[in-house]
């Protein structure tokens, strides 16, 4: 199946790159070595990889399908199947020599092994002379909101920069009833808000429940007048108008259930979910419903969700798009319902893997009408930061009250600070 899909690869990104660059020759194809042949040749003569009516003209039972795996997993497949076909007529060969004499059977092993070495190249990128950086850093100069989007919370991003679009696996983690889920919903709502095609996936909530709390955080409707259909506080017209003006947005944000992904969310379905809908972020509301792809028996919980978390990281950084994920925190993360402090990375639930592979952490915590945001790991900056907001869960408002435990500039702060006597000011005029 591989070397079908590798051909079928090699055909849709017409370079064959992937069997230069890796060593791969016309040996690893047995069942397609003249479909094998046809390419090369078409490349050396014209230049280009034949596209796929040519191909299928000249080879009529050929199978066209879409290929969605990484290229490191055909390259490291191929390698695996193409090592196992050399290693099974030596084995058999050795079985047979053991039956008659020994010593013979370990000569012949030993001499044959020296073909059977894995054909494993590492690439490696010359950083003293590859200039690639430097256009990033040119580019992320001239177009930031390409490479980065807010969070929602002006003031985090002061300190983390918002979500990198690549190599980023944002992990938000509380204990349970927390609001976890409601401060992913409220950054996805702003990443949707500011045009980006959002995915969410929830393993708890319908898409209606999910779609409640985004029309409180993107229009401070009641979420409980929404939930509960209480028209006292939300007329329908007014619900209506609000729909229909929300449907003249022509980006996505898009909903999914367990369900929809045949009651099994893995990191290859979700790689086809993010590129048919053309995902600029993706959220996951819950990491432990996912399924390991990697998983063997024997291997426990810590293992499998440490394989899922570098498996999304990965996922990341060939997308190009940043992934977050909702994680719980143990028993041990913070009882104390008088202390401000938000759990620890250690009290991640099940696995270190998580935080491990994770590029930022932020860890949260409720207390009373508060709301207190962590940095716990923030890999291209610092951490340690601690946010406090005023937050209105029906309303879907935070308010952000400035504190020496925060490093965002002085000059947000003051201008902070300065709104929050004008708003005391206005409700001492108020007339009870």
Request: one cysteine or more; a negative charge; hydrophobic letters at 35%.
């Amino acid at each position: 199946m591989v070397q079908l899909q590798i051909l079928n690869y090699i055909l849709s990104t017409k370079s064959i790159s992937i069997l230069v660059d890796n060593g791969i020759t016309k040996d690893y194809f047995t069942e397609y070595p003249d479909e094998y042949d046809f390419i090369l040749e078409h490349n050396d003569n014209y230049k280009q990889v034949p596209d796929m009516e040519t191909f299928v003209g000249k080879f009529p039972d050929f199978e066209p399908i879409e290929v969605t795996e990484s290229e490191r997993y055909l390259v490291d497949t191929i390698r695996e199947e193409h090592l196992y076909s050399q290693s099974v007529p030596v084995i058999k060969k050795a079985a047979e020599l053991l039956k008659g004499d020994a010593n013979e059977a370990s000569r012949y092993l030993q001499s044959e092994l020296v073909n059977l070495t894995p054909n494993y190249t590492t690439p490696a990128v010359d950083i003293i002379k590859n200039r690639n950086r430097v256009d990033i850093f040119r580019d992320k100069a001239e177009h930031k909101d390409e490479w980065f989007i807010p969070t929602g919370f002006p003031e985090l991003d002061d300190i983390i920069f918002g979500w990198q679009c690549g190599e980023e696996f944002g992990v938000i983690f509380a204990r349970t009833g927390q609001g976890k889920s409601w401060i992913l919903v409220k950054m996805m709502q702003h990443a949707w808000q500011i045009g980006k095609n959002v995915g969410y996936v929830s393993p708890e909530m319908s898409a209606d429940k999910i779609g409640y709390r985004f029309d409180t955080l993107n229009h401070n409707f009641s979420n409980k007048s929404l939930v509960r259909g209480d028209q006292n506080d939300i007329s329908l017209d007014d619900y209506n108008k609000y729909m229909d003006e929300l449907s003249e947005h022509k980006n996505k944000f898009l909903v999914s259930t367990p369900m929809d992904f045949n009651k099994q969310i893995t990191v290859s379905k979700l790689r086809v979910y993010a590129k048919v809908n053309k995902l600029d972020i993706l959220a996951i509301d819950g990491i432990t419903y996912m399924t390991d792809e990697r998983y063997k028996r024997g291997d426990n919980k810590t293992t499998t969700l440490t394989n899922i978390s570098e498996d999304l990281f990965a996922l990341s950084s060939e997308l190009k798009i940043p992934i977050l994920v909702v994680v719980q925190s143990n028993r041990e993360g913070v009882q104390d319902k008088e202390s401000s402090d938000t759990p620890a990375l250690e009290s991640i639930r099940d696995s270190d893997g998580i935080s491990h592979n994770a590029t930022k952490v932020i860890s949260l915590r409720q207390k009373q009408e508060s709301l207190i945001m962590e940095v716990k790991k923030n890999r291209d900056g610092t951490i340690g930061d601690k946010l406090t907001y005023l937050w209105d869960i029906d309303k879907g408002e935070f308010q952000w009250i400035p504190s020496d435990s925060d490093s965002a500039p002085r000059e947000r702060k003051d201008e902070r600070k300065t709104e929050i006597k004008k708003e005391y000011k206005e409700k001492k005029k108020v007339v009870f």
